[in-house]
């Protein structure tokens, strides 16, 4: 951390984990010059409730808890909404805005998030497909499918099935169109996934797995897809799921180190001193983890490290809770490298499947229906990520 207290430090970034790391922060430093810049409204709300908000009705404006000027109010922060970032000089320890401004900093975090994956099709209607990746993402996808409820969604995972479960218990119609075997692929053993889809597809979801669409075309007020598989489907609204990846831009083109994400050491700084990042941009030991326990820790550890003690970041067991409730799902997948077998069991209605090593060791699980109950318990058994 540098000892300059008269530059401030500037958090890019006002979702989850840099307001996090800015709440942080100021639990151990009251005084420091603190900027956060936001190419949003800086409004504070929960990303990861996006997706369960239509069925509990919530409106778009019911999920901020507060405005851009109560969380400046209440961190001590200089909040610049609807400013973006065009270009950093880790050499000079500067940015420049859109606006024309060029900023000095102190330390430097990057908390950009994601940003969704290119979407490969053709058709007339491909600019017509909607993605919900912030606040202003889901109040216009909430417009959209107002008197429009045949929802088609390309991507069967995680987020893919959280909005088909969220959007048929909104009364919607909701089709999830893949080239995966079964839902969750890249977290869970096909067995999992098919139970999940089987719930899902108890309350009404559509599925079409194994294909993927080829081309989007609007016909009258209709979209239509054409799929892989020879099938046709038509839908009112077009969401694509299919994933995110780091928004590694910004690092790119200050020369900063970038893989899978903006590459990170355990204090979370970058190939450059002075600049951090956390969240879902940074990859930490190799590590890309785009959930919220994670960046809880980065943030704590973070904020110490820049608050003068350097605290290099831990990352215990972090079970992931998927939002299904037709089929409740709680999964630990084991660590990239690792090599071993699921081994399955069926509990009542629910699934157990436990993920061992070559040494016969636990290194993951997931847990569907009525295991869920071992969540805390097995949890305990897991190795930590990061010691």
Not at 156 to 164: D, M, Q, S, T, W
Not at 169 to 175: E, Y
Request: charged fraction near 15%.
């Amino acid at each position: 951390m540098s000892q300059d207290t008269a530059k401030p430090l500037i958090i890019i970034g006002s979702g989850l984990a840099g307001y996090t790391l800015a709440r942080e922060f100021r639990k151990r430093d009251t005084d420091a010059p603190l900027y956060i810049i936001t190419a949003d409204d800086g409004a504070f709300y929960s990303k990861p409730m996006l997706s369960n908000a239509v069925a509990r009705q919530k409106q778009p404006d019911e999920l901020v808890t507060a405005s851009d000027e109560k969380m400046a109010q209440d961190l001590q922060a200089t909040v610049l909404p609807h400013t973006r970032v065009e270009s950093l000089d880790p050499a000079t320890h500067t940015l420049r805005t859109d606006s024309g401004d060029t900023l000095a900093w102190r330390d430097l975090v990057l908390a950009v998030g994601a940003r969704p994956i290119p979407m490969q099709m053709a058709g007339n209607a491909t600019g017509q497909i909607r993605q919900v990746n912030s606040l202003a993402d889901y109040r216009n996808f909430r417009t959209a499918i107002v008197g429009h409820p045949r929802i088609a969604i390309l991507g069967p995972g995680l987020i893919g099935c959280e909005f088909a479960n969220d959007l048929i218990q909104g009364g919607c119609r909701v089709s999830v169109i893949g080239p995966d075997v079964a839902p969750l692929g890249r977290l869970v053993p096909p067995a999992i996934g098919t139970a999940l889809q089987q719930a899902l597809a108890a309350i009404g979801v559509d599925w079409h797995l194994g294909t993927s669409v080829t081309t989007v075309h609007q016909v009258g007020d209709e979209l239509v897809l054409q799929l892989a598989s020879g099938t046709e489907l038509r839908a009112d609204v077009v969401l694509s799921a299919i994933g995110l990846q780091p928004d590694t831009r910004l690092a790119d083109a200050a020369g900063l180190a970038t893989k899978h994400g903006l590459v990170v050491d355990r204090l979370l700084q970058a190939s450059q001193p002075h600049i951090y990042a956390l969240g879902d941009c940074a990859e930490v030991q190799g590590l890309v983890l785009p959930f919220v326990l994670p960046l809880m820790q980065c943030a704590r550890a973070l904020a110490a490290t820049l608050a003068g003690t350097p605290t290099p970041v831990t990352y215990p067991a972090m079970p992931v809770v998927v939002k299904t409730p037709a089929w409740p799902l709680v999964v630990a997948p084991p660590p990239p490298g690792v090599t071993g077998a699921w081994d399955i069991t069926t509990l009542g209605t629910g699934l157990r499947a436990l993920f061992t090593d070559t040494e016969g060791a636990l290194r993951g699980f997931a847990l569907g229906g009525d295991a869920g109950s071992e969540k805390q318990a097995l949890a305990k058994q897991l190795p930590p990520l990061l010691a």
